[in-house]
């Protein structure tokens, strides 16, 4: 049985190198650290993408990593630390301006806040404000992305960044 056992080897030690990472991805650490990234949301038309944990200036269109902490992981304690990955459409200083559900950045136009999500509660927009230090405006390139257009989601604290991320496809 024993001798049985060594002959698979090859297909246990994968499998308990994939087990150990889940467990540290949901246990202890939900941001991932390698520096390859792979996105399965329509949020952003990309699938692969290498980050680089190093960066710490970001700007206007640059992609960036960062750990959820919006105020929606009230409601969905599964979001909190949970990595987003987004395109940053607006730095501090920049304005952002509500009217109607219509969200522009700096005069431009980057959305429409949608009322209600997925499960039907409701969503705010964003507060027309002023960005302020030390934040992000964040945004996804599809319709139905979870962003800073939602006061849910809000702006996004430059110390929640952990990566720039350059999309490869």
């Known amino acids: 049985m024993a001798r049985d056992s060594r002959r698979y080897w090859y297909l246990v030690v994968p ?3 994939i087990w ?3 467990v540290k991805r949901i246990g202890f650490e939900p941001t991932p ?3 390859l ?3 399965w949301t329509p949020s952003l038309p990309y699938r692969v993408a290498y980050a680089d944990y190093r960066a710490t200036r970001f700007e206007r269109g640059d992609f960036v990593l960062y750990a959820f902490e919006g105020p929606a992981a009230a409601s969905y304690p599964g979001l909190a630390g949970q990595p987003f ?3 940053i459409a607006g730095v501090e200083g920049g304005t952002i ?3 109607d559900r219509h969200v522009f950045v700096n005069g431009e136009y ?3 806040a949608k009322p209600r999500t997925f499960d039907q509660r409701p969503l705010d927009p964003i507060d027309s404000t002023a960005i302020p230090a030390g934040y992000l405006y964040v945004q996804g390139t599809a319709h139905d992305s979870f962003d800073s257009r939602y006061r849910q989601s809000g702006l996004v604290r430059i110390e929640t960044v952990k990566a720039k991320v350059t999309p490869l496809l």
């Open 85 to 87: 990955f987004k395109r």
């Open 110 to 112: 980057v959305g429409w």
């Open 37 to 39: 990234l792979f996105n």
């Open 97 to 99: 301006e509500v009217q």
């Open 15 to 17: 499998v308990l190198v």
């Open 20 to 22: 150990a990472l889940a």
């Open 33 to 35: 650290v390698s520096p």
